[in-house]
C-alpha cells in the first residue's frame, strides 16, 4: 500500500486542505515522497516548521484549489457548493486512498448515530474471537496513519463519517449504513447532499461485497449481497423484538445477551456487528462473550454517578432529535433532561411531540436550538427553564431533580465547545462538583 501511495503522488502538486489531525497525519506521508506539498486552512498560523511548503491562510484560502493536481482534503473542511465540478475530480482523502489501496479486507461503517459504538464493538468481537483487527477513522485515527502496522490478516474495522466519504471512488468489502437523519447541515448545501455523501459507502461496491443497511435506508438497486437491519421490522435480515435478537434466521433471547451498553436501541448495534463477526467466520458463543465485556465509549449514555439521590446520564453525544428519544427511552424514569446547542436549523418536531407528550418534569433549555423550541413546548405539566449556560442548566437541574437527569442535547456543541467530547467532560465536572 505504500509503496501505491508513493506512486500516487509522486511528481505531482498536492495541496492539504486543512491541517488538523488528519491534515497533520497527510503531511507526515508526503514529506517522505517526491512531490510539491502546500497547505490551504483558514484559521492556521504558520510556524517555521511549515514555512517550507506553500501556505495559503485566512480567508481566500480556497483560491488556490486550482494550482495543484491533488486536493487531499481533510474531513472538516466545509466546501459547499464553492468549488467548480471540475476541481472536485481533483479531490481525494485519506478514506478514499484506503478504500482505493489497501490489499487487507476493509469493513466500512457510517450512519448518523451508532456508528462509534457499533465500529468498536465490531472490532472488539473480532479481537475476542482471535481476529487480528484494528481499528481507524473517524473514531480518532486517521485512515492512514496506522499503515506500517497492517500485516497480511489484518482486519480494518474503518469507522467513517459523512465528510469522509463525499468524495470516496471506491467501498469497502464490507459496508454498514447503520441510519441517517438530519445532520451536519451547515456543512451541505441541504440534506440530500449530506445523505449522498453517507451513500457513497456502497456506490462502489460489486457481487463480492456485503452492505449491511438500515431498512428506511433502502432505495437503491445494489451491485453486492444486501443484508438488511431494523430496529423494529420483522421483515429485515437483522431485527430486534421486545425479547429477541434475530440475525439472519439465527434468534438470540435479549435475556441471554450480557450487555454494558444502556437502551434498547442498542441491540440494534450488536446485532449488526455480530453479524459482521458470524459473516468473518467468529463463532456466534463466543461473540456473545465478546459482546459481555465490552465496555461501551464515554459520552454515550454515560453513567457520571449518582449524587444526594439523583443519577446523572451523559449523553454528550447526541446532537440530533432521534438520538435525544433514544436516550430517554432507555430509562424507565427521566425527570430532567437537558437540551440544547448549535441551532443549525434541524427540524425538531419529533423531539416536541415526544417531550410535550411525555412525562418528563424538568426541561431545561440551552441557547440557541433550545430557546428555539421553547415557544413550542407544553408547561402546563412540567416546568421549563432556559438556562444561560451548561453551568447555569446543571445548577437548576440539582435543584429539582428526584430521580435522574439525563443531558442529550439534540444538537451540536460547537460554538459553545470545541466538541461533544469538551461538552461531556464539562458536565461531568459540574456534576462531580
Not at 495541496?15 to 503531511?27: D, K, Q
Not at 411525555?358 to 427553564?385: F, H, T
Amino acid at each position: 500500500m505504500i509503496k501505491k501511495l508513493e506512486n500516487f503522488f509522486k511528481g505531482k502538486r498536492v495541496l492539504i486542505l486543512g491541517l488538523g489531525r488528519e491534515g497533520r497525519s497527510t503531511l507526515d506521508i508526503l514529506r517522505n515522497i517526491d512531490c510539491t506539498i502546500g497547505i490551504a486552512d483558514k484559521n492556521l498560523t504558520p510556524t517555521t516548521e511549515l514555512m517550507q511548503y506553500e501556505l495559503y491562510l485566512g480567508e481566500n484560502y480556497l483560491d488556490c484549489l486550482d494550482k495543484f493536481d491533488i486536493i487531499m482534503k481533510s474531513p472538516g473542511i466545509a466546501l459547499l457548493d464553492k468549488i467548480s465540478d471540475e476541481v472536485k475530480t481533483r479531490i481525494t482523502s485519506q478514506t478514499d486512498l484506503l478504500l482505493r489501496f489497501r490489499k487487507n479486507t476493509l469493513i466500512g461503517i457510517t450512519g448518523t448515530k451508532g456508528k462509534s459504538t457499533t465500529s468498536s464493538l465490531t472490532c472488539h468481537i473480532l479481537k475476542e474471537c482471535g481476529k487480528n483487527a484494528v481499528l481507524i477513522g473517524n473514531i480518532g485515527v486517521p485512515p492512514l496513519e496506522r499503515m506500517g502496522e497492517f500485516e497480511e490478516d489484518t482486519i480494518i474495522v474503518c469507522e467513517m463519517s459523512c465528510h469522509q466519504l463525499e468524495y470516496v471512488q471506491a467501498s469497502p468489502d464490507i459496508a454498514v449504513l447503520l441510519n441517517v437523519f438530519e445532520e451536519h447541515l451547515d456543512h451541505y448545501v441541504d440534506f440530500n447532499a449530506y445523505k449522498n455523501a453517507k451513500e457513497n459507502i456502497y456506490h462502489y461496491m460489486n457481487e463480492k461485497g456485503t452492505l449491511i443497511i438500515g431498512s428506511d435506508c433502502v432505495h437503491d438497486s445494489f451491485g453486492c449481497d444486501v443484508v438488511t437491519a431494523s430496529l423494529d421490522c420483522g421483515d429485515a435480515d437483522i431485527f430486534v423484538t421486545k425479547d429477541m435478537l434475530s440475525i439472519n434466521g439465527i434468534e438470540i433471547p435479549l435475556s441471554g445477551i450480557s450487555t454494558k451498553l444502556i437502551g434498547h436501541h442498542n441491540f440494534y448495534n450488536i446485532g449488526i456487528a455480530m453479524c459482521i463477526a458470524l459473516t468473518l467466520g467468529c463463532d456466534k458463543d463466543e461473540a456473545l462473550k465478546a459482546v459481555a465485556s465490552f465496555n461501551g465509549l464515554p459520552h454515550r449514555l454515560e453513567n457520571v454517578g449518582t449524587f444526594g439521590g439523583v443519577q446523572y446520564i451523559n449523553d454528550s453525544i447526541s446532537t440530533c432529535p432521534s438520538t435525544a428519544i433514544a436516550a430517554v427511552k432507555s430509562f424507565d424514569k427521566v425527570d430532567t433532561i437537558i437540551i440544547g446547542g448549535m441551532d443549525r436549523g434541524i427540524d425538531y418536531t419529533e423531539l416536541v411531540k415526544f417531550l410535550n407528550d411525555s412525562d418528563i418534569e424538568n426541561v431545561i433549555l440551552l441557547p440557541d436550538s433550545g430557546y428555539r423550541i421553547y415557544p413550542e413546548l407544553d408547561g402546563g405539566k412540567r416546568s421549563i427553564y432556559k438556562a444561560e449556560s451548561l453551568i447555569d442548566a446543571v445548577r437548576h437541574a440539582k435543584n429539582v431533580t428526584k430521580v435522574r437527569c439525563l443531558l442529550s442535547p439534540a444538537a451540536a456543541s460547537y460554538g459553545f465547545y470545541k466538541n461533544f467530547e469538551e461538552r461531556g467532560e464539562h458536565f461531568k465536572k459540574l456534576v462531580s462538583e
